[in-house]
């Protein structure tokens, strides 16, 4: 009996370290307490099963579906073990039917290539940069892949096994079974002497965690509008050493003059001067009257309206070209005219994540785009290179336009020819 107890004891310490992944722990622990408590915890989820159950079947586009829909997004985007893992288990698919006795020549193993073939020129073409998978590319386009040297590992039993293994291990990490170990559950319970979790301890912790978020927001916030002031301080600067300089140049400035460039750069209202003062005011008086009504004025910015980006991209296909250069006007306007900062980041963003110029994938909407910047009428040509340079002119728009190689040699010969404006 007491042999029994300490057995479960051990098991469910092992169990909750596991659990917790506690790898150094656990080879300290089975040294110490030999196989006793060596009961393997190696439960994985619902959805982990489900794609092992997919991976032994051979049954690709099931296995496709539910790897994209259970693992999640930042590991799909960003985790390398899980990128290379995925272009293998492709591999795995596309000679699965090769591997249990079917012929090149049969329709199924045409099939599961053709399927292979779309992904390495999609989402596997990052994989290029990894020398083992570059030979890889070439597999749809070879006859016999099983006489091809370099593909002879992958239909031996060996590669096969340590691909499941691989792919078990990294469904456990990260899509473990979420049912609480026995220990957890045992504590959660009453205990012997009948004491419940302190219930108001928790709640307390909770309360602090909401206010800390909203306090992290309101810092997050007041950041933003600190970067604003920061930005028109600059101009002001700016503008002002201009002013300086042409008064030094023998040109008259006015107070009238200095009143109206802090009340358009610094200042949200129209500043008020007292006339009838008996001491005019000087620059720097209106500077800091400008800066004491900024920070005054706490009300936050009006958010520019939403719009329904799929619709804009519809319209763009069926509407006349003078319409089309309406059209580029006021999407280039709208984000220009944006305040610069959150307001700006979010016209970018929405403008970015539409995919306003085609650049996420090529298609009949992208050609569509360069057709405008290359069209005959000038005024849709203008507005469309106006339009692009404006996006282009901030980091992430860069960055998105980027990735359209073809859309920049469009927008750059046009440059040479003295087409578009620069």
Same mark, same amino acid.
């Given at each position: 009996m007491a042999d029994d107890v300490e057995r479960k004891v051990l098991s469910g310490m092992r169990e909750y370290f596991a659990s917790r992944g506690k790898t150094k722990f656990l080879t300290t622990f089975d040294k110490e307490f030999g196989t006793s408590g060596s009961k393997t915890y190696s439960?994985?989820?619902?959805?982990a &099963?489900?794609?092992?159950?997919?991976?032994?079947?051979?049954?690709?586009t099931q296995f496709v579906s539910a790897w994209e829909t259970n693992i999640p997004g930042n590991v799909l985007e960003q985790d390398q073990t899980c990128r290379k893992l995925d272009y293998s288990c492709q591999i795995y698919f596309a000679v699965y039917h090769l591997r249990h006795g079917s012929e090149p020549q049969d329709a199924e193993c045409r099939a599961a290539l053709e399927v292979f073939q779309h992904f390495v020129q999609n989402r596997g073409k990052q994989?290029?940069?990894?020398?083992?998978?570059l030979p890889f590319f070439a597999l749809p386009y070879i006859p016999d892949p099983k006489q091809h040297k370099p593909f002879q590992h992958i239909f031996t039993d060996g590669w096969d096994t340590d691909l499941k293994a691989r792919l078990q291990n990294f469904l456990r990490a990260v899509l473990p079974d979420k049912s609480e170990p026995m220990l957890v559950r045992l504590v959660k319970n009453v205990d012997e002497?009948? +004491?419940v979790p302190d219930a108001k301890e928790v709640a307390a912790m909770e309360q602090r965690l909401v206010e800390m978020e909203e306090r992290a927001l309101r810092y997050f916030r007041q950041y933003y509008v600190t970067v604003n002031d920061f930005q028109w301080v600059l101009q002001v600067a700016a503008d002002l050493a201009k002013t300086l300089q042409e008064s030094i140049n023998g040109r008259k400035v006015t107070e009238e003059e200095v009143a109206g460039l802090c009340a358009r750069i610094v200042g949200k209202h129209r500043l008020k001067f007292n006339q009838e003062a008996?001491?005019?005011l000087t620059a720097v008086d209106v500077l800091q009257q400008s800066?004491?009504?900024?920070? +005054? &004025? +706490?009300?936050?910015?009006v958010p520019f309206p939403s719009l329904d980006y799929d619709e804009i991209k519809k319209q763009l296909f069926v509407m006349d070209e003078v319409e089309a250069a309406l059209l580029f006007q006021a999407l280039r306007l709208r984000l220009t005219q944006a305040p610069a900062g959150e307001q700006r980041d979010c016209v970018l963003g929405a403008l970015i994540q539409s995919d306003i110029f085609g650049c996420a994938e090529p298609g009949r909407y992208q050609d569509h785009v360069q057709q405008a910047l290359k069209s005959s009428?000038?005024?849709?040509?203008?507005?469309?290179?106006?339009?692009?340079?404006?996006?282009?002119?901030?980091?992430?728009g860069t960055a998105s336009l980027a990735q359209v190689m073809v859309l920049l040699s469009v927008a750059y010969a046009g440059c040479q020819l003295g087409g578009f404006p620069t």
């Open positions: 439960k994985i989820s619902k959805g &099963s489900e794609l092992m159950n997919h991976f032994v079947k051979g049954e690709g994989m290029g940069e990894f020398e083992e998978f002497n009948g +004491d008996a001491r005019p800066m004491r009504e900024m920070r +005054d &004025s +706490d009300q936050p910015p009428t000038p005024e849709l040509q203008e507005s469309a290179a106006r339009f692009l340079n404006a996006l282009a002119s901030l980091r992430a």
